[in-house]
């Protein structure tokens, strides 16, 4: 009789428990038989239960439904908020544990002076796109196409009748809300491994201690060339527009923090493309902010901006044609800067600097234009400003220069002469200022270009 | 056909002759004749013997089975499906005749041939084990008091009765006793079939319950047109939509087509194919009717174009939070302005989804702080909820055998139907009002009007729960899916089955007619939807690419697309008319092509599971199941969800 689930022995024991002792074999086989096939009808009705309430969990109060159908008394005092949990004791050597549920003893007056339990949260819906004509939008609300075909391949390792992980997740819940101190976590969790978090407090520490060169310069190295390190970009990337936003008074910082900007854009194992939004702000904050460092005589933050142009350069590069808004906002933000003649010339020199990086056509569309009213600024300047004032306004002199260099006709330096009017010329399309400038440094490729 | 006391091999052949004579099968009867001269005496003897022995079952089987292996590719698909009856009555009669062990052993022995297709009836079958068990259980009892039935080509009919002759001494007997007692096979003119996918049984083949009317029931004339409408009312509605387009006519920015034209093309007279008016009595139409039915063609106007041809469905998700998985059912009203819930704690919660949350009229009943209200008089858990197409009234059903009907205006219930046995799974209003259907564990599907609180018309004919009911377009007649593996198409006036939908190996969960009312699908539990020609009760074709449970299933006005939703956390789209091929190596193949996510599945190089090409898309959320998937008149896809 050993095909069937249940064995005598259990069967007997079970009768001497409600006071029939000496059962024979057979009535306890024909019994065991019957008993499986009992449950089996119980379990089958009970399905039908659940598969109606649309869970893929069989609870308790199913069987309860299934058996109340069946024309039984359901059993009583079975909780459905709480999943039941079955307890192992070893009866003896050579012998099958024996299972049971654990029932454990409440004082009575403990349940009457418990304050109450915590209301459940109300339900409630919310609404979104799952699909526009066919695609998903790239929402929080949907999963990210890596989510599925994981969630995919779990289920067919549970033969494909169910994703596990939901109903783990929706028995969790169902548990914890019968339960005192509700706890409602996140929907999406990031867990990042000990190791993780210790390096990359290790990272940020090192970064921000201005005093020790060496480890500041271990950082970056290992920022620029280490693999695994996509789980902390989104965190170092948050790091690092908080940083520049708290240290704009520091030079060194900052310009550490640029460097740090470059070893991940650098680094061939990261894909920033997610998120250049996030970064951009800071490297243009330390293009074209009023002030940066907290010495207004300090000239360093020229080379700061300089730092910040050729980042930029890198990212519009890089992503200009997938973020195809880029290229023309970061202009637009800089052409901004520089014909605002509120702002200060530091201002004008990270913004003269970033449209040099937008190439060519920026400059001559946009700049060359414009040369000739912004020489009524500096005019001003140098007649009537201080020391201070007159080295800004010939930085950006300069800045202008090495930006129209970049419309040198290269192709034909020999063929074509110079037209015999062309300082005249030059004068008119740029000033008299930058005309002077140019005529001094007798560059005829950039004069033929200018002149086109 | 007594169970106890077979017919005699004598009686055996002589019914055999009479059907081929009757057939007009003439060589076979020669042949047969030939045959049973040589050997009719001593078999009486024999098959005593032999049958006293329990290892006899076990030893046929293996000999049929050995024989259906070795037999021609040709003929071995249709001759593999004769094993299933003969091993489940070989089962059953060990049980019954009190060979326990002996079962247990035959069982063990032999129901992985049958994992494949009847995995769920083998499963029920196992924990039998005494013979009043047999006489009690509700599947053995299907297959005792049913016949199964077989479609066979003749000289696979031949082949097998040149087989069973040949060992007639050998345990032959056995299994012709089998098959004369709870086997029907019908012999159909022409080749062998050959079952394209294994994954799928025949349509004529299995229990349906039906063994005398069936062939009748298959050739019943169906009306599956449209309902014409009131003439008197349709003459209103022309007036209205003319004058409607008479105010636009001059608006140089309206460019959709005349409504009146859109009006007469949707409702042109189809005589033959479209029940009268009579034949389903009606109340008289009210001004409300009127408006809604111009609303009906100014959305019917507007309608996204959906299809391979125009775009995909947008969907539009709802999920519902902190549920505790106590919600069983999510309804939307037909104008999408409300959702109805049903709870395993006897009560409906009525959500307004309008913008401004106010919409819900105040009341006296239970109100949330959120707006929503909740419908208390169920005394069990609510599993399911359906709007009446003028949103003014709703209908629940609940495990207390109850439906009860509850008015949205005032938020109190208004009547109870009683008159189910068990618990009610599902209900459905007609598409007109006033009718609506229930469908029940007590293996019924009663079809009641909102002013009797006695059903009018018992569907029977399933042999399990009855799972989900929905009305045809035309509310002329009722679908069914059922526990039973099978769906059935009731007329609503005669109130008896005229269509069996047989072909799902697992129980049906889900089903849906076109609004052209000429297609229907339906949904099992293990994911498959099936796509079935109304008026000739012939499948289409089989969808795969589900893994579980599908709730819901919804078709896009033009019926051009179907929408599913279920247990696996996705909302998929099928195109409608677009072929399987079933080869199942160039269909994910193509598959793959339409949609970038099953290129990861038919890695699987599961033929099973591998997805079909007419899968449109496969929307996957954030492992939430899909409780409802329903078009709005304008096309757009809503879905509910439960996190």
């Given at each position: 009789m050993s095909l069937t689930v249940w064995n005598i022995e259990s069967i007997k024991d079970v009768a001497e428990m409600l006071g029939?002792?000496?059962?024979?074999d057979e009535p306890a086989a024909a019994i065991a038989m019957d008993l499986e096939y009992r449950i089996h009808q119980v379990v089958q009705e009970a399905t039908k239960f659940m598969v109606h309430s649309k869970r893929t969990v069989l609870t308790s109060a199913d069987i309860s439904s299934a058996l109340r159908t069946l024309n039984v008394e359901p059993l009583y005092?079975?909780?459905?908020?709480r999943p039941l949990e079955f307890h192992e004791a070893a009866v003896g050597a050579g012998q099958n544990s024996l299972y049971y549920l654990d029932d454990e003893e409440v004082d009575f007056e403990k349940i009457i002076n418990a304050p109450l339990p915590k209301v459940p949260r109300n339900i409630s819906y919310s609404a979104h796109w799952l699909a526009i004509e066919g695609v998903q939008p790239a929402i929080p609300q949907n999963p990210t196409p890596s989510d599925h075909t994981v969630g995919e391949w779990a289920s067919k390792g549970t033969s494909?009748?169910?994703?596990?992980a939901s109903t783990a997740a929706k028995e969790a819940r169902n548990g914890v809300?019968?339960?005192?101190?509700v706890e409602i976590k996140p929907l999406v969790r990031h867990v990042l491994s000990k190791e993780l978090q210790l390096y990359f407090e290790r990272i940020t520490s090192a970064l921000l201690d201005e005093t020790n060169v060496e480890l500041r310069d271990a950082a970056l190295s290992s920022l620029r060339?280490?693999?695994?390190?996509h789980q902390l970009l989104p965190y170092f990337i948050m790091f690092l527009s908080d940083s520049v936003t708290r240290n704009l008074g520091n030079l060194v910082v900052l310009t550490t923090l640029m460097h740090m900007a470059w070893a991940l854009l650098d680094n061939?194992?990261?894909?920033?493309e997610p998120y250049v939004q996030q970064l951009m702000p800071s490297i243009l904050t330390c293009l074209v902010?009023?002030?940066?460092?907290?010495?207004?005589?300090?000239?360093e933050h020229y080379a700061l901006r300089d730092l910040a142009a050729f980042l930029l350069g890198i990212v519009c590069d890089r992503f200009g044609n997938v973020y195809y808004t880029l290229k023309p906002r970061v202009t637009r933000t800089a052409l901004k800067a520089f014909l605002?003649?509120?702002?200060p010339y530091s201002t004008h020199y990270g913004a003269i600097k970033g449209l040099k990086t937008m190439g060519k056509e920026a400059i001559r569309v946009l700049v060359v234009p414009n040369i000739k009213v912004y020489e009524v600024l500096v005019r001003k300047t140098l007649e009537k400003g201080n020391e201070e004032e007159i080295y800004e306004a010939n930085k950006c002199m300069d800045a202008l220069y090495d930006a129209l260099l970049?419309?040198?006709?290269?192709?034909?330096p020999n063929q074509r002469t110079l037209p015999p009017n062309a300082s005249g010329l030059l004068e008119k399309n740029v000033g008299s200022l930058m005309a002077e400038k140019i005529m001094k440094e007798n560059d005829t490729s950039l004069l033929l270009g200018l002149l086109e | 056909m007594s169970a106890t006391n077979g017919p005699q091999p004598q009686d055996l052949n002589r019914i055999v002759l009479d059907y081929l004579a009757k057939k007009g099968y003439s060589r076979t009867e020669a042949m047969l004749r030939l045959e049973a001269s040589g050997s009719g005496v001593s078999v009486e003897e024999k098959l005593k013997s032999i049958e006293e022995t329990p290892d006899a079952y076990t030893h046929t089987y293996t000999i049929l089975r050995d024989w259906v292996d070795s037999s021609l590719e040709l003929y071995k698909a249709e001759l593999h499906r004769i094993l299933f009856p003969i091993f489940v009555h070989s089962y059953l009669n060990l049980l019954s005749q009190d060979h326990y062990e002996a079962a247990k052993q035959f069982y063990e022995l032999f129901k992985d041939d049958h994992t494949d297709l009847h995995d769920f009836d083998v499963k029920n079958l196992k924990s039998l084990s005494l013979p009043s068990h047999v006489a009690e259980d509700r599947t053995a009892q299907q297959y005792r008091q049913n016949k199964y039935q077989l479609h066979f080509s003749r000289i696979t009919f031949d082949l097998l009765l040149h087989f069973l002759f040949e060992n007639v001494s050998n345990g032959g007997s056995i299994i012709i006793k089998l098959i004369n007692q709870h086997i029907d096979i019908h012999i159909v003119p022409?080749?062998?079939?050959?079952?394209?996918?294994?994954?799928v049984i025949n349509?004529?083949?299995?229990?349906?319950?039906?063994?005398?009317e069936r062939g009748d029931a298959q050739l019943?004339?169906?009306?599956?047109?449209q309902m014409p409408m009131d003439k008197e009312m349709e003459k209103i509605v022309e007036m209205d939509l003319e004058e409607e387009d008479m105010m636009h006519q001059?608006?140089?920015?309206?460019?959709?087509?005349k409504l009146l034209k859109e009006f007469r093309k949707l409702h042109e007279?189809?005589?033959?194919?479209a029940p009268s008016r009579d034949y389903i009595p009606l109340p008289p139409h009210k001004g409300v009717d009127i408006l809604s039915e111009v609303e009906a063609v100014k959305d019917w106007s507007k309608r996204l174009h959906l299809g391979p041809r125009a775009s995909l469905p947008s969907v539009c998700m709802y999920t519902f939070h902190h549920t505790n998985n106590n919600m069983n059912c999510a309804e939307f009203s037909p104008d999408s302005t409300m959702i109805a819930c049903g709870f395993q704690e006897s009560y409906i919660r009525l959500w307004s989804i309008?913008?401004?949350?106010?919409?819900?009229p105040k009341s006296t009943s239970v109100e949330d702080s959120d707006g929503s209200v909740r419908l208390l008089s169920h005394s069990g858990p609510v599993y399911g909820t359906t709007f009446s197409p003028d949103n003014k009234y709703l209908l629940s059903c609940s495990e207390d055998a109850s439906a009860r009907l509850w008015s949205v205006d005032t938020k109190t219930a208004l009547v109870a139907y009683k008159g189910h046995t068990g618990p009610v799974w599902d209900v459905a209003f007609g598409p007109f009002g006033h009718y609506f259907a229930t469908a029940s564990h007590d293996q019924t599907a009663q079809l009641w009007s909102?002013?009797?609180?006695?059903?009018?018309r018992v569907f029977a004919?399933?042999?399990?729960?009855?799972d989900c009911v929905t009305f045809h377009p035309n509310s002329a007649y009722v679908l069914t899916g059922s526990s039973d593996k099978t769906c059935r198409l009731w007329d609503?006036?005669?109130?008896?089955?005229v269509r069996v939908f047989n072909g799902h190996t697992q129980p049906v969960t889900a089903v849906a007619i076109a609004p052209d009312g000429h297609t229907m699908a339906s949904a099992d539990s293990e994911g498959l939807i099936h796509l079935w020609d109304i008026g000739t009760g012939r499948r289409i074709k089989t969808m795969r690419g589900h893994r579980g449970n599908i709730y819901s299933l919804s078709f896009s006005r033009e019926s051009t697309v179907l929408v599913s939703g279920g247990s696996d956390c996705t909302v998929r789209a099928w195109d409608v008319f677009k072929t399987n091929y079933n080869n199942p190596v160039s269909s994910s193949l193509t598959g793959s092509v339409v949609t970038p996510f099953s290129a990861k599945t038919s890695t699987f190089n599961e033929v099973n599971w591998s997805t079909s090409p007419d899968q449109m898309v496969a929307l996957y959320t954030k492992q939430t199941p899909i409780f409802n998937v329903s078009f709005t008149r304008r096309n757009l896809c809503l879905a509910i969800s439960v996190s």
């Amino acid at each position: 009789m050993s095909l069937t689930v249940w064995n005598i022995e259990s069967i007997k024991d079970v009768a001497e428990m409600l006071g029939i002792g000496n059962l024979a074999d057979e009535p306890a086989a024909a019994i065991a038989m019957d008993l499986e096939y009992r449950i089996h009808q119980v379990v089958q009705e009970a399905t039908k239960f659940m598969v109606h309430s649309k869970r893929t969990v069989l609870t308790s109060a199913d069987i309860s439904s299934a058996l109340r159908t069946l024309n039984v008394e359901p059993l009583y005092g079975f909780n459905n908020s709480r999943p039941l949990e079955f307890h192992e004791a070893a009866v003896g050597a050579g012998q099958n544990s024996l299972y049971y549920l654990d029932d454990e003893e409440v004082d009575f007056e403990k349940i009457i002076n418990a304050p109450l339990p915590k209301v459940p949260r109300n339900i409630s819906y919310s609404a979104h796109w799952l699909a526009i004509e066919g695609v998903q939008p790239a929402i929080p609300q949907n999963p990210t196409p890596s989510d599925h075909t994981v969630g995919e391949w779990a289920s067919k390792g549970t033969s494909g009748v169910m994703p596990g992980a939901s109903t783990a997740a929706k028995e969790a819940r169902n548990g914890v809300t019968s339960m005192d101190n509700v706890e409602i976590k996140p929907l999406v969790r990031h867990v990042l491994s000990k190791e993780l978090q210790l390096y990359f407090e290790r990272i940020t520490s090192a970064l921000l201690d201005e005093t020790n060169v060496e480890l500041r310069d271990a950082a970056l190295s290992s920022l620029r060339d280490d693999p695994g390190l996509h789980q902390l970009l989104p965190y170092f990337i948050m790091f690092l527009s908080d940083s520049v936003t708290r240290n704009l008074g520091n030079l060194v910082v900052l310009t550490t923090l640029m460097h740090m900007a470059w070893a991940l854009l650098d680094n061939p194992n990261l894909f920033v493309e997610p998120y250049v939004q996030q970064l951009m702000p800071s490297i243009l904050t330390c293009l074209v902010a009023k002030r940066l460092g907290s010495d207004p005589n300090n000239h360093e933050h020229y080379a700061l901006r300089d730092l910040a142009a050729f980042l930029l350069g890198i990212v519009c590069d890089r992503f200009g044609n997938v973020y195809y808004t880029l290229k023309p906002r970061v202009t637009r933000t800089a052409l901004k800067a520089f014909l605002d003649n509120t702002k200060p010339y530091s201002t004008h020199y990270g913004a003269i600097k970033g449209l040099k990086t937008m190439g060519k056509e920026a400059i001559r569309v946009l700049v060359v234009p414009n040369i000739k009213v912004y020489e009524v600024l500096v005019r001003k300047t140098l007649e009537k400003g201080n020391e201070e004032e007159i080295y800004e306004a010939n930085k950006c002199m300069d800045a202008l220069y090495d930006a129209l260099l970049l419309l040198r006709d290269d192709q034909l330096p020999n063929q074509r002469t110079l037209p015999p009017n062309a300082s005249g010329l030059l004068e008119k399309n740029v000033g008299s200022l930058m005309a002077e400038k140019i005529m001094k440094e007798n560059d005829t490729s950039l004069l033929l270009g200018l002149l086109e | 056909m007594s169970a106890t006391n077979g017919p005699q091999p004598q009686d055996l052949n002589r019914i055999v002759l009479d059907y081929l004579a009757k057939k007009g099968y003439s060589r076979t009867e020669a042949m047969l004749r030939l045959e049973a001269s040589g050997s009719g005496v001593s078999v009486e003897e024999k098959l005593k013997s032999i049958e006293e022995t329990p290892d006899a079952y076990t030893h046929t089987y293996t000999i049929l089975r050995d024989w259906v292996d070795s037999s021609l590719e040709l003929y071995k698909a249709e001759l593999h499906r004769i094993l299933f009856p003969i091993f489940v009555h070989s089962y059953l009669n060990l049980l019954s005749q009190d060979h326990y062990e002996a079962a247990k052993q035959f069982y063990e022995l032999f129901k992985d041939d049958h994992t494949d297709l009847h995995d769920f009836d083998v499963k029920n079958l196992k924990s039998l084990s005494l013979p009043s068990h047999v006489a009690e259980d509700r599947t053995a009892q299907q297959y005792r008091q049913n016949k199964y039935q077989l479609h066979f080509s003749r000289i696979t009919f031949d082949l097998l009765l040149h087989f069973l002759f040949e060992n007639v001494s050998n345990g032959g007997s056995i299994i012709i006793k089998l098959i004369n007692q709870h086997i029907d096979i019908h012999i159909v003119p022409g080749r062998p079939t050959v079952l394209e996918n294994a994954k799928v049984i025949n349509e004529q083949e299995g229990i349906t319950g039906q063994s005398f009317e069936r062939g009748d029931a298959q050739l019943q004339p169906v009306k599956l047109q449209q309902m014409p409408m009131d003439k008197e009312m349709e003459k209103i509605v022309e007036m209205d939509l003319e004058e409607e387009d008479m105010m636009h006519q001059n608006d140089p920015n309206n460019q959709s087509p005349k409504l009146l034209k859109e009006f007469r093309k949707l409702h042109e007279p189809n005589a033959e194919d479209a029940p009268s008016r009579d034949y389903i009595p009606l109340p008289p139409h009210k001004g409300v009717d009127i408006l809604s039915e111009v609303e009906a063609v100014k959305d019917w106007s507007k309608r996204l174009h959906l299809g391979p041809r125009a775009s995909l469905p947008s969907v539009c998700m709802y999920t519902f939070h902190h549920t505790n998985n106590n919600m069983n059912c999510a309804e939307f009203s037909p104008d999408s302005t409300m959702i109805a819930c049903g709870f395993q704690e006897s009560y409906i919660r009525l959500w307004s989804i309008k913008a401004d949350k106010k919409s819900l009229p105040k009341s006296t009943s239970v109100e949330d702080s959120d707006g929503s209200v909740r419908l208390l008089s169920h005394s069990g858990p609510v599993y399911g909820t359906t709007f009446s197409p003028d949103n003014k009234y709703l209908l629940s059903c609940s495990e207390d055998a109850s439906a009860r009907l509850w008015s949205v205006d005032t938020k109190t219930a208004l009547v109870a139907y009683k008159g189910h046995t068990g618990p009610v799974w599902d209900v459905a209003f007609g598409p007109f009002g006033h009718y609506f259907a229930t469908a029940s564990h007590d293996q019924t599907a009663q079809l009641w009007s909102c002013d009797h609180i006695y059903p009018l018309r018992v569907f029977a004919g399933h042999l399990s729960d009855v799972d989900c009911v929905t009305f045809h377009p035309n509310s002329a007649y009722v679908l069914t899916g059922s526990s039973d593996k099978t769906c059935r198409l009731w007329d609503v006036h005669r109130g008896h089955s005229v269509r069996v939908f047989n072909g799902h190996t697992q129980p049906v969960t889900a089903v849906a007619i076109a609004p052209d009312g000429h297609t229907m699908a339906s949904a099992d539990s293990e994911g498959l939807i099936h796509l079935w020609d109304i008026g000739t009760g012939r499948r289409i074709k089989t969808m795969r690419g589900h893994r579980g449970n599908i709730y819901s299933l919804s078709f896009s006005r033009e019926s051009t697309v179907l929408v599913s939703g279920g247990s696996d956390c996705t909302v998929r789209a099928w195109d409608v008319f677009k072929t399987n091929y079933n080869n199942p190596v160039s269909s994910s193949l193509t598959g793959s092509v339409v949609t970038p996510f099953s290129a990861k599945t038919s890695t699987f190089n599961e033929v099973n599971w591998s997805t079909s090409p007419d899968q449109m898309v496969a929307l996957y959320t954030k492992q939430t199941p899909i409780f409802n998937v329903s078009f709005t008149r304008r096309n757009l896809c809503l879905a509910i969800s439960v996190s």
